[in-house]
């Protein structure tokens, strides 16, 4: 009996010290995390059918390459003490140059075999954004969703408006043949020749045709997290191959394809536009976190995973939060992308896990 | 002693009896619900800057019995047992038909002195969503936007491509002429001479600008309940007097100007559009019902009363719930209001409470 008071004792004495160890602990950490706020990148560039049996060794290493590339472009900044804007910016515009990414210069064709791209920027400090849509002839479209956002008094511009403002700005702008590239527009030809003999008028088919799919899809993506804690993200796309209407996609709806709040992440979407605004998909993995204190893995996941697979869309997210971790998901079988974490760690991912 | 005992057993018998009585009237109520799904519907005519002492007997008379008419007209569809689809489209169409509203027929001119068109629906039971931004020819645009929704794999279509689609559908097209209205005219006019006297080329004096503000916002839209519980909204808007580069603003935004979700409510908002696109504001209320168990009165009052002025924005929401509660949410001085609610109230209110 006396023994027993005495284990219970111990027990209690061992139980008392453990809980008390810890936040002596916790408090070094904190003590040193002012000065070492943790940075990061992560970007997309498509999401899709892409499957190793269809790429060359070729062609992944010339992806992987100018992932690599953007990645490096975004995270020099942050690591030089830049800002997430501008690391976002730099990490698309890598790829807005690149004919390998439906994004710029490797834009797809809409139906009339136009390129018609659109973009959006997001600042996690202020809840500022800016976007554009319908534009021919600006070489970085996310430079202009910048200037939008910067130097306007409007979040969403588009067409020939948005061009004029571009030029009044001194943005680049390039001759629409700038965007050509042969690729793009076999997939075009393809795609129309596919409708006419599915008599598919409203392109339905198209969707479901993994020799498009690829090129229909597809858009650039980046969220970054800078030394003051500032999140960003932004997304840069040439839309669907054979659009018509002038379709708008997600890419430049804030809240769908872009979102940023330092209160809880950056987010990028790629995939079948059309359901990735009717999810609201970007903005609800930053709902979940902050209404549900979800993690971003399992808000992402849930959104992605659940949510937009319920719905019947297909595509992804690349995303960041306050904290520095970075998520990547996605419910096709691949999404090109890459990330630097924290410690620097170098990833490029191009197929499913 | 023993009158106490016998005083504790009565209270113990009474206060065991109380809670048997509640279930019992609580399942009465259960029973009839099933039969009885309530309707009802709310619509807004645009927030602002709307005070009595800037308004004649004759004008508020004249904006009083429009949206009454422009509620019964959807009301009635709700009554017959018709889908909130078409409540939403009745509704909206009558304001639209009307120059006393910036939609449709009233539509504010742009910088150019063009109308351009924006608007959206959403279809709560499915998340089915349309939208169209930038028509200058369609006379409805409302009813544009279900057509994209309904017949085409699209949401977001615009300008002269949404204009083809519209053609394509057999939708109803006007001379542009027909969005002429001389007071729109004159505010685009004052809008232009103030600029020009502030050399305030980017137009944000305008907001600050009453006189101006008034005709600036202003945009209809429409949220229903119909006896299937199918929720739905609608937004259509003229956008801003005197606004360039194509600008589009929250009211053709799935998430930001619209959003029905048959598990939480329907929504449409109006004001400073920048701002309710960089909030999300319409998926935001949602959100906060699903994901914090808000009601919809708490949820859109947070989001308006707190979020959407901490960034410094300004205008309201109308929104019904899918047990028929009805909400109208504003922090402008006054907004163009009528609800009938699941008792078949008539509710019409222009200027805070």
Redesign the interface.
């Known amino acids: 009996m006396k023994t027993t008071r005495f284990f219970v004792l111990m027990l209690l004495i061992i139980s008392c010290k453990t809980p008390k160890e810890e936040p002596s602990v916790a408090k070094n950490t904190t003590e040193t995390t002012p000065d070492k706020q943790p940075i990061g990148l992560v970007i997309h560039g498509g999401a899709g059918t892409i499957l190793k049996k269809n790429m060359t060794p070729e062609k992944e290493a010339a992806y992987r390459a100018k992932l690599e590339e953007a990645a490096h472009a975004g995270y020099e900044i942050l690591e030089n003490g830049g800002e997430s804007l501008d690391a976002v910016i730099a990490a698309i515009q890598v790829m807005e140059e690149s004919p390998l990414f439906n994004a710029g210069k490797g834009a797809v064709f809409t139906h009339e075999g136009k390129n018609e791209l659109d973009a959006s920027i997001?600042n996690g400090k202020d809840?500022?954004?800016g976007?554009v849509?319908?534009v021919t002839k600006v070489k970085s479209p996310i430079s202009l969703a910048r200037a939008i956002m910067e130097?306007?008094?409007?979040?969403?511009?588009?067409?020939?408006?948005?061009e004029?403002?571009a030029q009044e700005q001194g943005l680049e702008m390039v001759d629409p043949e700038y965007f050509y590239t042969e690729n793009r527009m076999k997939a075009l030809q393809r795609a129309i020749e596919r409708e006419e003999t599915a008599l598919d008028h409203?392109?339905?088919a198209a969707?479901y045709d993994p020799m498009i799919k690829d090129s229909k899809y597809g858009t650039v993506g980046c969220a970054a997290l800078d030394k003051n804690g500032n999140l960003a993200a932004g997304t840069s796309t040439g839309g669907m191959t054979n659009?018509?209407?002038?379709?708008?996609?997600d890419a430049p709806?804030?809240?769908?394809g872009t979102?940023a709040n330092n209160a809880s992440c950056a987010i990028s979407s790629t995939g079948w536009?059309?359901f990735f605004?009717?999810?609201?998909v970007a903005?609800?993995i930053a709902?979940?976190m902050e209404?549900?204190e979800r993690s971003l893995k399992a808000a992402a996941r849930e959104v992605i995973q659940e949510k937009l697979t319920a719905?019947g869309g297909t595509g992804g997210i690349i995303a960041i939060d306050r904290d520095g971790n970075i998520t990547t998901e996605f419910n096709t079988p691949g999404m090109y992308r890459a990330s630097i974490d924290k410690d620097g760690k170098l990833d490029i991912g191009i197929y499913g896990e």
Do not use: C, P, W
Not at 244 to 249: C, D, F, K, S
């Open positions: 997001m809840l500022n954004a976007a849509s319908g130097r306007s008094e409007h979040v969403m511009l588009s067409g020939m408006g948005a004029t403002f409203d392109g339905q969707f659009k018509r209407y002038n379709r708008i996609g709806i804030i809240g769908a979102y536009g059309e605004i009717r999810g609201v903005y609800d709902a979940k209404y549900q719905l």
